[in-house]
């Protein structure tokens, strides 16, 4: 049988630094999997430049020129971690048997990679690279991390515990995935919804080989906040039910001044009162926040951009090119 064809899949945004480090230990990992015969020689190396505003581009095309085996693609401006993968995935889905998305920064274990095939031809469409243990990261970091998973998951997002974009995806899965028209993109809770046999593969993270991190913790929140208000509606049933509770309550407690005040016990409860009014203001304020942050989804899914623009291509991606741009309405 034929080997796969792989698609490595990586997005860059300002990697100056640490691309001529870790391009290298792409490219060795992929000519070892071509020499053991786990994938086709035609396998590739797909760098997604994200509007880089350093040399990034140049250090991409640098590379495709050297080995034919590095390929890359350029976002007409910067899109964001999570349309830079959608973008790499979409372009290498007609070219290849199966991608991989992985960062650029060498701090997932390219090793994995080798489990990660063997479990697509075991039959597997779908393999979650899994993070083992969280030991190179601060106590902060790990506490935000995995409080986050599980309240993503309480949340009814369905997410891959510890499972960020490092993961196998066959073409199969990929063109299913691609009916998957929505705008806000949060790629780790909107794949496992693609079904398919799947299974995860575990690795130790690194740290950052050079360069910064892109993900300070106002972003992190965000990406957090994202995850949860376009996966699920559950945080919109939450506020219907205390709605609820709450105007239960508030009859309850409507009768019961009734009765105090035919009783002749009423008092002038000034503080009672401001404590109402202040506790349902700033209930009112926060759930219209959030039904808010809905509507300003459906408003950018109703706007239907496109999720990502491509503006250049390395010489072959070109010559292979087999769709134009990269909108919806493919
Ligand atoms: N990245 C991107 N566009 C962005 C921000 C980040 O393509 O706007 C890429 C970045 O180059 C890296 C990956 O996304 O390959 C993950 O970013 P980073 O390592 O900074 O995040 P962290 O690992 O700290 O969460
Ligand atoms: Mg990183």
Same mark, same amino acid.
């Given at each position: 049988?034929?080997?796969?064809i792989?698609?490595?899949v990586?997005?860059?945004y ?16 992929? !000519?070892? /999997?071509?020499?053991q015969n786990k994938?086709? *020689? ?19 095309t640098?590379l495709?020129?050297q ?11 910067n ?7 959608l ?13 991989i998305?992985?960062?650029c920064?060498? *701090?997932d274990d /390219? ?6 095939v063997? #479990?697509?031809?075991d039959?597997?469409e779908?393999?979650?690279?899994v ?9 902060? @970091?790990? %506490?935000t #991390?995995?409080?986050?998973? @599980? ?12 499972h ?21 993109l %949060?790629l ?7 079904? %398919? @046999? &799947? !299974? ?7 740290e950052? /080989?050079?360069?910064? &991190? ?9 990406l ?6 376009s996966?699920?509606? @559950? ?9 609820l509770?709450?105007?239960?309550l ?7 001044a009734?009765? !105090?005040?035919?009783?002749?016990q ?7 009162? #401001?404590c109402?009014?202040? %506790?349902?203001?700033?209930? *009112?304020a926060l ?15 109703t ?10 291509? !390395?010489?072959?991606? /070109? ?12």
């Amino acid at each position: 049988m034929k080997p796969p064809i792989l698609y490595i899949v990586i997005p860059c945004y300002n990697e100056e630094k640490v691309l001529p480090i870790t391009s290298s230990m792409f490219l060795n990992k992929l !000519t070892d /999997l071509i020499a053991q015969n786990k994938i086709h *020689q035609d396998s590739r190396i797909l760098f997604v430049n994200d509007g880089s505003k350093d040399d990034t581009w140049n250090i991409i095309t640098d590379l495709s020129r050297q080995d034919c085996h590095f390929q890359g693609i350029a976002q007409s401006r910067n899109r964001g971690h999570q349309n830079a993968v959608l973008a790499g995935l979409m372009e290498a889905m007609d070219r290849c048997d199966i991608t991989i998305s992985i960062d650029c920064d060498g *701090q997932d274990d /390219l090793n994995a990679m080798d489990q990660m095939v063997d #479990a697509y031809l075991d039959g597997c469409e779908i393999v979650y690279g899994v993070r083992a243990s969280r030991d190179t990261d601060t106590f902060f @970091k790990r %506490f935000t #991390a995995e409080g986050y998973y @599980k309240f993503l998951n309480r949340m009814g997002a369905e997410v891959v515990y510890n499972h960020a974009d490092y993961r196998l995806m066959s073409a199969r899965a990929l063109h299913e995935f691609a009916k998957f028209k929505e705008v806000n993109l %949060f790629l780790r809770g909107m794949v496992p919804l693609v079904g %398919f @046999k &799947s !299974t995860s593969v575990y690795y130790d993270r690194h740290e950052r /080989l050079a360069g910064e &991190s892109h993900y300070p913790l106002k972003k992190m929140l965000m990406l957090a906040f994202d995850g949860i208000t376009s996966l699920s509606v @559950k945080p919109i049933r939450m506020i219907t039910a205390t709605g609820l509770i709450i105007s239960v309550l508030s009859f309850i407690g409507i009768i019961w001044a009734l009765i !105090t005040a035919m009783t002749g016990q009423a008092v002038a409860g000034w503080a009672s009162t #401001a404590c109402i009014v202040c %506790f349902i203001g700033g209930m *009112q304020a926060l759930f219209l926040g959030i039904i808010g942050e809905y509507i300003g989804k459906i408003y950018l899914e109703t706007k239907a951009r496109p999720r990502y623009i491509i503006s250049e291509r !390395t010489k072959e991606m /070109l010559e292979t090119d087999r769709h134009e741009g990269g909108n919806n309405d493919e």
